[in-house]
């Protein structure tokens, strides 16, 4: 749990240094991904620095998913935009209004429940088919990129957020069903290929779209689909007698999450005051 919940608070510092850094990335041209993009922000150290935080919170996040039900730390990683929210409430002054600090206590009372009501990790082993659908749909995510080109820009950001959201769920389960270093394994590249195209579309649609649309669409992906994977096919269990407890749990945090989520974006500075006029001189 303290993996978890480690891995939400680098993910949530992550997403404001790499949308600092990709907006300040010159822009490409058309409406879908832009493969050139990568090459750019990666010119920008911010974009450098939230890639450090991200990999630090992937590892937690693996020891998490080894140990804990999919749909629990799925709904932590969603809490990163909590994190997010109260950094720039901080560190850029950004204004939260009240809907939005009541939405942070939801996540951490939705969090709470989950880790009252959360059980043992599943121990099923999935099955073949699981393991090439999770490859076919990583490829599916890197289609998205192409068919979001084609899109009118107010639903461009929505398929691009939902599709990086799914990639980043195939991860999450990948990482369940991976079992010792077997190259031969299709979830192997189900990981690679899923986490690398939901970076590239995740980026896209922070650059080129409505943050809050793709940030809810990514936490929809991310969330939903991996957990229900979780109970369905991995085994994922809660305490007895405390399911609803967990459902709730987890409808509250995502809820409270899909309020914050402008914050996939660092939010501009709060606007300074204007200064009082000078005093005439005498």
């Known amino acids: 749990?303290?993996?978890?919940?480690?891995?939400?608070?680098?993910?949530?510092?992550?997403?404001?240094?790499?949308?600092?850094?990709?907006?300040?990335?010159?822009?490409?041209?058309?409406g879908g991904v832009d493969v050139a993009l990568m090459g750019r922000v990666l010119r920008q150290?911010?974009?450098l620095a939230g890639l450090g935080m991200d990999a630090l919170g992937f590892v937690l996040q693996i020891v998490a998913l080894r140990t804990l039900p999919i749909y629990m730390v799925g709904a932590a990683l969603a809490a990163s935009l909590a994190v997010t929210a109260v950094i720039a409430s901080r560190v850029l002054k950004a204004r939260l209004s009240r809907v939005e600090w009541a939405a942070v206590a939801?996540?951490?009372?939705?969090?709470?429940?989950?880790?009252?009501a959360s059980g043992e990790e599943g121990h099923r082993d999935g099955s073949a088919s699981l393991d090439w659908a999770l490859l076919g749909i990583s490829f599916g995510v890197l289609l998205v990129g192409v068919v979001a080109g084609r899109l009118p820009a107010r639903s461009r950001a929505l398929v691009l957020g939902l599709g990086a959201g799914v990639g980043f769920g195939v991860v999450e389960v990948a990482v369940r069903l991976i079992d010792g270093v077997?190259?031969?394994?299709?979830v192997w590249y189900a990981l690679l290929v899923g986490g690398g195209a939901a970076f590239l579309l995740l980026t896209s649609a922070l650059q080129r779209g409505s943050v809050t649309t793709a940030t809810a669409g990514a936490v929809l992906g991310e969330t939903i689909g991996p957990a229900i994977v979780g109970v369905a096919w991995l085994g994922d269990r809660t305490r007895d007698g405390l399911g609803w407890l967990a459902v709730v749990g987890f409808a509250v945090a995502v809820a409270g999450s899909l309020t914050l989520a402008r914050f996939g974006e660092a939010p501009?500075?709060?606007?300074?005051?204007?200064?009082a006029p000078e005093s005439a001189a005498p």
């Open 1 to 30: 749990m303290i993996c978890a919940l480690a891995s939400s608070v680098c993910f949530g510092a992550a997403s404001v240094l790499q949308a600092m850094g990709a907006r300040a990335a010159a822009p490409g041209t058309g």
């Open 45 to 47: 150290w911010r974009y």
């Open 106 to 116: 939801m996540v951490c009372a939705g969090l709470a429940m989950l880790a009252l």
């Open 182 to 186: 077997d190259f031969a394994d299709p």
């Open 268 to 275: 501009a500075p709060a606007p300074n005051p204007d200064p």
